[in-house]
């Protein structure tokens, strides 16, 4: 079959469909002009995406064939985004966004194409697909079985294994991700197996369990790689080197030597994929192209991100160095006032205009641990505790009525699209008709599902899509609690039709599900944000995880210290004196060590402009500072 190939007179054409695109330089024309299987290893900032996108709009001008499509996979919707937004800007473009092609991440295609497909052969439905929702779930059924509950609390390595359990294998085989499970044989083997069975007939299932539901189809119908392969001829995966082996090797599987295969990564970046067997990793392989220049930001940060790398040639920054890094250390007993600090640091070398500008973040790698013995510095709740909120006792924000009512209205943190807060409002909607004992929903497993099943049904949705409407234009209903007071009579009237004909009006408004919030809804909905004044000015300094923040670009960036786990260190403590040049990483250093550099070579290299690193001043010598000093950093403490 003939493929479309891109040609130097294309490139040079490039600029009439996006004149802010520009590819003058080796690098970038080699990867735009590869037309074989191959990988492509990138720096950040180096504008790897937008290459990517390019590339595409291209095929897209050229692309002959009407049921065969190009195949573009991601671990982030950042980079799903733009690639999109690239496409959607021109005509051309925009044929790739719909059939035969795909654009999305790795789980959504696994999804669409084997495991929903095999679900759905088996009788089996979806009500959420959630990590966390699972956790909760299974932990919560755990602590009402006798000889599981006494494990747990005997055993602190317990609870981790009973929240990841997953299928695992064609064998769809029973494992866990967050520990090494009991032998068939002992008396708490069958009782796990009860709770994922219980929770995959109720809908509930981990990330991990589609790709086995994958690997399992494949198995029963070969067939299927000769239909995927036609299919997909061409085939781009961004963000190549968070793929973990059983991905890759599913991957593998499913596309064959017909296939052309690009795959696009930064080896220094891989935070979100799995360590099991990533010795088996093959990204990049001999002879990719490279991008080693980055567009983001100037020498001075690109020197910092050099020294953390774990592989790979240094980066080098073309951009323009605009405020030396900054080491901010503390003491352990003003941890909580490390974000108001960098706050301040910030509005003092940025103007209103540039703020307006660029995003200004905090990051660190771990959200919450269970570190207790060590000092303060360990976590990101550490710094910030109301961004514990997100995973609260009450459960995941998806089982968290009042929680998912807060998010119809724009958070600091976050530009919430309004399919999105359409998407809260009926996963609310189905949370409350579920409460009221409503037999109308006994089947529906998730909200995307609930008006169609009441259509099916026969039933008026015209009420439901309207209160779905009102709740994802009403920002803010679930502020104040006269606000909340009006909801139960909200929803009564537009369910009135679909709720058991005993139930009135007070005693629908005195169900459990609209009593009060445990977290105060304005710290649900700011919990991402620290709001900083200083010197009559303002700036909200967003917080998250560095995987959360991973492919996003800032214009001023914390890195927040952190306990790595399985580790057992602190990342900073390791990495300043390596960043300071008074030694050089250990090549030997374990799996787990190697992964805090990583960590710290994604963080440090999200700031076009400042770069400021937050370390507690027990964890950094004099040494080290000096050090720092002599390179044109700027080393303060917060006594």
Same mark, same amino acid.
């Given at each position: ?34 037309? +074989? ?30 049921? &065969? ?29 719909? =059939? ?37 779930? !299974?932990?919560?059924?755990?602590? @009402? ?11 602190? @390595? ?73 299919? *997909?001829?061409?085939? =781009? ?69 050099? @020294? ?69 510095? &360990? ?15 009450? +459960?995941?924000? !998806?089982? &968290? ?67 779905? &409407? ?13 606000? @909340? ?50 010197? +009559? ?25 952190? *306990? ?62 000096? !050090? ?12």
């Amino acid at each position: 079959m003939t493929l479309p190939v891109i040609l130097d007179e294309d490139i040079d054409a490039l600029s009439a469909i996006a004149a802010d695109l520009d590819f003058a330089d080796a690098e970038r024309r080699a990867v735009l002009l590869e037309s +074989g299987t191959r990988d492509v290893n990138a720096a950040p900032g180096s504008g790897k995406t937008t290459v990517l996108a390019a590339k595409l709009l291209l095929l897209a001008r050229k692309w002959p064939h009407e049921r &065969r499509g190009i195949c573009v996979l991601s671990h982030t919707n950042v980079a799903r985004e733009e690639i999109q937004r690239r496409l959607a800007a021109t005509t051309e473009g925009s044929r790739l966004l719909t =059939y035969p092609h795909f654009i999305g991440t790795i789980h959504a295609f696994v999804n669409q194409f084997l495991a929903l497909p095999f679900l759905r052969s088996e009788g089996l439905e979806v009500d959420v697909i959630d990590d966390d929702v699972f956790a909760n779930r !299974a932990i919560g059924m755990a602590m @009402r079985k006798g000889t599981l509950r006494a494990w747990m609390e005997k055993d602190q @390595r317990v609870k981790p294994m009973v929240a990841g359990l997953v299928l695992q294998g064609s064998g769809l085989t029973l494992g866990s991700e967050g520990g090494t499970l009991p032998k068939p044989d002992t008396k708490s083997y069958p009782l796990l197996r009860e709770i994922k069975l219980e929770l995959m007939e109720k809908g509930v299932f981990r990330h991990a369990d589609m790709f086995a539901f994958a690997e399992h189809m494949l198995g029963k119908s070969p067939i299927l790689r000769e239909r995927v392969s036609k299919r *997909f001829p061409m085939v =781009y995966i961004d963000e190549m080197q968070d793929t973990s082996w059983a991905q890759e090797d599913l991957l593998d599987r499913l596309f064959d030597k017909s296939v052309t295969i690009q795959r696009l990564g930064d080896l220094n970046q891989r935070i979100l994929g799995s360590d099991a067997e990533a010795e088996k990793l093959t990204f990049p392989r001999a002879h990719a192209l490279s991008i080693g220049t980055s567009k983001r930001f100037g020498p001075a940060i690109a020197g910092v991100v050099s @020294r953390v790398r774990v592989g790979g040639p240094a980066v080098v920054g073309e951009g323009a160095d605009v405020h030396s890094p900054l080491l901010l250390t503390y003491a352990t007993a003003r941890v909580a006032e490390v974000l108001t600090a960098f706050g301040q640091k910030v509005l003092d070398r940025f103007d209103d205009e540039q703020l307006r500008g660029g995003s200004v973040k905090a990051l660190c790698a771990r959200k919450q641990g269970d570190a207790k013995k060590e000092e303060p510095g &360990r976590t990101l709740i550490d710094y910030w505790p109301p961004y514990a909120g997100e995973a609260t006792s009450s +459960g995941s924000r !998806a089982e &968290r009525f009042w929680a998912l009512l807060a998010s119809s209205g724009a958070t600091a943190d976050t530009a919430a699209t309004l399919a999105d807060r359409a998407g809260d409002a009926r996963r609310a909607t189905l949370l409350v008709l579920r409460a009221a004992g409503s037999q109308h929903v006994s089947n529906v497993r998730d909200g995307r599902q609930l008006l169609r099943r009441l259509q099916e049904a026969g039933q008026d949705t015209t009420p439901i899509r309207l209160l779905c &409407r009102d709740l994802a234009l009403n920002n803010g209903l679930a502020l104040s609690k006269a606000s @909340r007071l009006a909801v139960p009579g909200l929803f009564f009237e537009s369910l009135k039709s679909l709720l058991p004909a005993e139930l009135t009006l007070d005693k629908f408004a005195k169900l459990p599900i609209f009593e009060e919030p445990d977290d105060v809804p304005e710290i649900e909905v700011n919990r991402r944000a620290c709001q900083v004044s200083h010197g +009559g000015r303002q700036v909200n300094v967003q917080i998250g995880t560095v995987a959360c923040m991973k492919g996003e670009t800032h214009l001023a960036t914390m890195v927040l210290e952190s *306990f790595g786990w399985p580790a057992r260190r602190f990342d900073l403590k390791e990495a300043m004196p390596v960043v300071a040049g008074l030694t050089v990483r250990d090549l030997k250093m374990t799996e787990n060590q190697l992964a805090l550099f990583r960590n710290l070579y994604v963080g440090m290299s999200r700031p076009t402009s400042f770069l400021c690193v937050a370390v507690n001043g027990k964890r950094v010598s004099d040494d080290c500072k000096k !050090a720092l000093l002599a390179q044109g950093w700027v080393v303060e403490h917060l006594a």
